[in-house]
């Protein structure tokens, strides 16, 4: 049973000792038969007991040494004064049975103190964990007006509606991400000359957009996706420069610092493209390499394209065989002539690896390209698509 009531206000405890062994029921009958008579009867301990004044008395005794040592506890609801009388009528105890006793009083324990102490403990942590609360849902509030006023200058560029800045089409620098979130993140920091490209499959409308900028930064997510999309903005666009995410993040996600530090810390395009170990030959650079081989390629992705057949040429553009697409990788690997393959099918890593076996440069120009490929330095892949944007600018 508990030494507490609801009303307990102080804990009396007190440490006893008697020259024999004795049990706890000695000990109790001594100490309410020795402070009997001492003060009035409204301070008889039974009195006090039966008006609930002091609760029951507990005591705690072990034998040791052929003596008994324990503890008397007594809790109290009466104020001070008179639970200090209390205390030192227990201590004037000096008997149990036949045997001589001392009682020392240890402490007087206010049990309200420890009781403020929970309450004050507890408060706090109600107080935090209301707070927890609170904030997020005022931040949340707080961000849903700013995304609503972003969202409002958000412009759509070309046929493909690609998010942007107010000031994309008009600026002569333009910083491209990938997706709508990352330009709401960029104006929300005073970037308005951001375009999304949408995602890893890039539109060719944009091709027609970035003509006519004098500058183009690339700023993509600290991952694959990244990866995937730098991979094809440089087989297929021209860009300058290009910002990354730190690893593991994402452009939307990033601080105004954040975004600040990256975009200062932008490298060219060949050097971003040798750190993340992709080695692709930008548009760009491809149309340089192609030189005159663009005016003999163009007439054949016009005869094939729909057909799902293969050209392969050589070095002088001679003409060496014609297959269908499903037969092409084996048709490759049996010979090592061969320079250019335009064909209406998909980039596999098969063709680029049969391709990549060569000394020489290769250019494997298809209809799309596939997913995850690992391409080799030799080998310079291109869509039909984008080779046909390519000629035009």
Same mark, same amino acid.
């Not at 609930?52 to 609760?55: F, L, M, N, P, Y």
């Not at 900028?213 to 690339?218: F, L």
């Given at each position: 049973m508990s030494?507490?009531?609801?009303s307990t206000k102080y804990i009396i405890e007190a440490k006893i000792e008697i020259d024999g062994v004795v049990d706890k029921n000695d000990v109790i009958g001594a100490t309410f038969g020795q402070t009997e008579g001492i003060f009035s009867s409204d301070l008889d301990l039974r009195e006090l007991q039966k008006t609930?004044?002091?609760?029951r008395i507990e005591v705690q005794v072990h034998t040791q040494g052929g003596k008994t040592i324990g503890k008397i506890i007594i809790p109290s609801s009466m104020d001070r004064f008179y639970t200090a009388l209390i205390a030192a009528m227990v201590e004037s105890l000096d008997k149990v049975g036949p045997y001589s006793a001392k009682v020392t009083i240890e402490k007087i324990e206010d049990v309200r103190i420890e009781k403020r102490k929970k309450i004050v403990e507890r408060a706090r942590t109600i107080l935090y964990e209301w707070e927890k609360q609170k904030v997020p849902m005022e931040t949340e509030v707080i961000k849903e007006l700013e995304e609503s006023v972003l969202k409002a200058k958000l412009i759509e560029l070309g046929p493909d509606k690609l998010p942007a800045g107010p000031d994309a089409e008009t600026a002569d620098e333009v910083i491209l991400t990938e997706g709508r979130a990352d330009v709401i993140n960029l104006l929300r920091y005073g970037y308005r000359n951001v375009i999304a490209v949408g995602g890893v499959k890039v539109p060719a409308s944009l091709q027609r957009i970035l003509s006519k900028?004098?500058?183009? $930064?690339?700023f993509l997510d600290g991952d694959r996706g990244g990866d995937m999309i730098l991979r094809e903005l440089s087989q297929n666009f021209k860009v300058d420069l290009v910002a990354r995410a730190p690893y593991g993040k994402e452009v939307e996600e990033l601080t105004a610092r954040e975004i600040s530090e990256a975009l200062e810390s932008a490298i060219p395009l060949e050097e971003a493209i040798k750190k993340v170990k992709i080695p692709v030959t930008p548009a760009v650079e491809s149309k340089q390499l192609l030189g005159e081989a663009l005016?003999?390629?163009s007439?054949?992705?016009?005869? $094939?394209?729909?057909?799902?057949?293969?050209?392969?040429?050589?070095?002088?553009f001679n003409e060496i065989f014609r297959a269908p697409v499903s037969e092409l990788a084996q048709k490759l690997s049996e010979?090592?002539?061969?320079?250019?393959?335009?064909?209406?099918?998909?980039?596999t890593q098969r063709l $680029?690896?049969?391709a990549g076996n060569k000394d020489e440069d290769v250019f494997l120009i298809g209809a799309r390209l596939g997913e995850n490929l690992?391409?080799?330095?030799?080998?310079?892949?291109?869509t039909m698509d984008k080779l046909r944007h390519s000629s035009e600018t």
């Open positions: 030494t507490q009531s609801l609930g004044r002091i609760g900028k004098s500058k183009v $930064i690339a005016e003999k390629i007439p054949l992705i016009e005869q $094939i394209e729909g057909n799902l057949i293969g050209v392969v040429l050589d070095k002088e010979t090592n002539q061969f320079k250019y393959v335009v064909f209406d099918g998909v980039i $680029i690896d049969i690992s391409l080799k330095a030799n080998t310079h892949v291109l």
